[in-house]
């Protein structure tokens, strides 16, 4: 026999309608007292102690009628039909409610749980309050999500809040028809009104009447074509004040593209404006004297140049430098030069006209522009008048100052065609004026031009002179009166261009005004220690002076150099000889002085150059360690003249125990009147021009072997 499955029956059954399942157990538990019952009426089985019932007349008044063995059965049918209708009526009765109530969630929504469609309604239910628990649960996560959500939304517009009442710029939000919706604190700051007396109005109400229709009109334009407009505007507060303000307004706009706000932000540009001008002025403008710079004569030279090939006319520039003006620095203090500068911008206003702009492009230097030139003459009468308004001295600091100045001029359109190149003249033209003695002034030649291009021209050739080994040293001997022989030698540098010789007066003083005449002199001092090591290689060795640029001693390193030099070329200290000029002597003579003596300690002698043509003193000329005073040529060409000076020279010499040499000696008779005189060197075309140094040593030998040749 198969054994039932009963998890399917079980299952099956759950799946009974719950009144199917209270029918049939009211059912069960009603039949079963009927069928107990008639279990009891059962007639006994025939048995001989219990005989059937009698039949026909002897049964009695029942026979015929319905056996009575049937009554239970028949007891049992009715009691079974009875409990199937109050099984039933039960069943209704008590599942009524609960199918009521399943029959409330037929309309779930639409993705909620299936509609009761029959079956178990307890299983219905319970599987139906499930689904709501897990749609609950869902829902309750959704919503804890939905709250995180708009708790950050909240911190966010409260930020944008804080963001929108805190800034610095003015904020105003309007709708579409510029009605004021809302305002920032700084909108009331900057315009003095607060938001009940603005919101609901239209922002022209800070209209300053400073712009006119277009303006307004250029701006709805940007609005409506581009959605945005900035730019500079000016409003009114509300004490009616006007100021300047950086306005930005955009508009916001709905998914259909239609402008639903207008949000502007702006901020007061007052201050930025007054630093604006100021950084203009400051562009333009000195800082101490107020004056226009160099920036601002230059746009201005530009404008008017432009405008005169129409009008016609002329116009000068004076270019103005203050003579010796770094003294004032130097002895009383930039303090002091500046205040002094400031009163000579005052004098030198003084004497302008209307149509004269007075320029400071830095310095002690001025430039004045004078416009609508009718004739030179009032270019002159200008000079003058600058020149006297000098002429008082200035009061600084309770001491009287004195200043003059050298101005050069220059013309348009004769001088330059731009405003740089009539600047540039007028420059030219003033430094003439200090060369010529300064305090005066000059009006520009294009033969300055020449001066200063040949000048260019020649202070490149002696960079590529140096660079290309173009200079040479040549050596003119210094000879002893009375022994007729060498005694030392001079070492002069000459410019060798090709096969011809460049004189030193060409180059020498351009190299002076500027940085080259240290170079210059670093390459004689180093082909002179060079040309020692030959000649006491030969064995004819003699003492060689160099000449010594003023700025020498003003190189930090001049002694550092002159060791190296020594060390370098094994030379003897005695075999050198620095020549200094009386100028370089007498100018800064205390730092002159300390550089002389650290070099004579070296064992280097020193010689004062053309003494006799500058102005010496002699109290400082007793304290250099001077060796040899040098009489200038000028004196020795015209002895009969000059002849009380030589003789004063030499004699003073003797008196301090000096050496003395006597240059431009081209004549016997000059020598022998300077030997009469007490001289005892001499240079000069008599004995010999100045020699490259492959002929100095060969004539060197020769007068060695003549001696020798003599003394046999």
């Known amino acids: ?165 805190n800034a610095n710029e003015g904020i105003f939000i309007t709708d579409a028809n510029a009605k004021i919706l809302a305002i920032n604190k700084a909108f009331s700051t900057i315009t003095g009104y607060e938001p009940a007396e603005v919101i609901g109005q239209n922002p022209r109400i800070l209209n300053s009447k400073r712009h006119n229709a277009f303006f307004y009109e250029r701006m709805w334009h940007d609005l409506g074509e581009k959605g945005a407009w900035e730019g500079e505007i000016w409003n009114t507060r509300k004490d009616g004040s006007i100021f300047p303000e950086w306005l930005s307004i955009n508009a916001i706009r709905n998914e259909r593209k239609e402008t639903t706000y207008f949000f502007a932000t702006f901020y007061e540009i007052g201050e930025l404006k007054k630093r604006e001008k100021q950084i203009t002025f400051m562009a333009y403008h000195d800082m101490l004297t107020r004056l226009p710079n160099r920036a601002y004569l230059e746009n201005k030279l530009t404008k008017n140049l432009a405008a005169l090939p129409a009008e016609g006319g002329k116009l000068a520039v004076f270019y103005i430098d203050l003579d010796n003006f770094k003294n004032v620095n130097d002895v009383f203090g930039h303090n002091q030069g500046d205040e002094l500068l400031i009163q000579v911008t005052q004098r030198f206003t003084s004497a302008l006209s209307e149509n004269d702009t007075l320029c400071r492009p830095g310095g002690d230097e001025f430039i004045l522009l004078m416009e609508h030139i009718e004739n030179e003459s009032i270019v002159y009468l200008m000079a003058n008048r600058l020149l006297a308004v000098l002429k008082k001295p200035f009061l ?20 330059g065609a731009t405003g740089l190149d009539l600047i540039r003249s007028a420059d030219t033209a003033m430094h003439k004026a200090k060369r010529e003695g300064k305090n005066r002034f000059f009006l520009f030649t294009k033969g300055m031009h020449e001066v200063i291009y040949n000048t260019f021209r020649i202070e490149n050739g002696i960079r590529l002179g140096l660079k290309n080994r173009e200079f040479v040293v040549f050596y003119q001997p210094k000879i002893n009166i009375q022994t007729r022989k060498t ?74 150099i002159v060791e190296d030099l020594l060390g370098r070329y094994q030379v003897a200290p005695e075999y050198l000889e620095f020549e200094i000029t009386e100028t370089t002597a007498m100018k800064d003579v205390e730092h002159t002085l300390k550089i002389m003596h650290r070099i004579r300690e070296m064992g280097i002698l020193f010689s004062i150059d053309d003494f006799g043509t500058g102005y010496s003193s002699l109290g400082y000329l007793n304290k250099m360690p001077v060796s040899t005073l040098k009489i200038d040529k000028q004196f020795v060409h015209d002895l009969e003249e000059h002849g009380g000076i030589v003789a004063t020279i030499i004699a003073i010499s003797q008196q301090m125990h000096l050496n003395v040499v006597a240059e431009g000696v081209e004549t016997e008779e000059q020598l022998l009147r300077l030997g009469a005189m007490g001289c005892q060197e001499a240079q000069g075309y008599f004995f010999s021009r100045p020699l490259p140094g492959d002929q100095l040593l060969a004539y060197l030998l020769a007068e060695t072997a003549k001696g020798r040749l003599e003394q046999t």
């Not at 039932?4 to 538990?29: M, Q, R, T, V, Y």
């Not at 239970?72 to 069943?91: D, I, N, Q, W, Y």
């Open 1 to 165: 026999m198969q054994i039932p499955n009963w998890s399917i029956i079980i299952s099956a059954l759950k799946k009974w309608p719950l009144g199917k399942k209270i029918f049939f157990g009211n059912l069960f538990l009603l039949i079963l007292p009927l069928l107990i019952l008639a279990a009891f009426m059962l007639p006994a089985p025939f048995t001989p102690a219990n005989p059937p019932l009698p039949q026909g007349p002897e049964a009695g008044p029942l026979a015929g009628s319905l056996p009575i063995r049937f009554l239970p059965g028949l007891l049992v049918l009715v009691g079974t039909l009875l409990s199937l209708c109050a099984a039933f009526f039960l069943s209704r009765w008590l599942t009524a409610p609960i199918r009521k109530f399943a029959e409330q969630f037929d309309a779930p929504g639409k993705n909620g749980p299936p509609a009761y469609n029959g079956g178990c309604e307890t299983t219905f239910l319970m599987e139906t309050l499930a689904q709501y628990v897990e749609l609950l649960r869902t829902s309750r996560e959704k919503l804890g999500t939905e709250v995180q959500i708009r708790k950050s939304a909240e911190n966010f517009l409260q930020i944008y809040k804080n963001i929108f009442d």
């Open 396 to 415: 600084v600091d309770r001491k009287k100052i004195f200043v003059n100045a050298s101005i050069g001029i220059s013309i348009y359109p004769d001088d």
């Open 487 to 560: 005694s030392s030698l001079e070492a002069l540098i000459r410019w060798k261009k090709g096969d011809e010789l460049v004189p030193p007066n060409a180059f020498i003083p351009i190299a002076e005004e500027s940085s080259l005449i240290d170079d210059l002199c670093l390459f004689v001092m180093e082909e002179t220690c060079a040309f020692q090591s030959l000649m006491k290689q030969q064995r004819v060795a003699v003492p060689v002076s160099v000449n010594i640029s003023p700025r020498q001693f003003h190189n930090a390193d001049f002694v550092d």
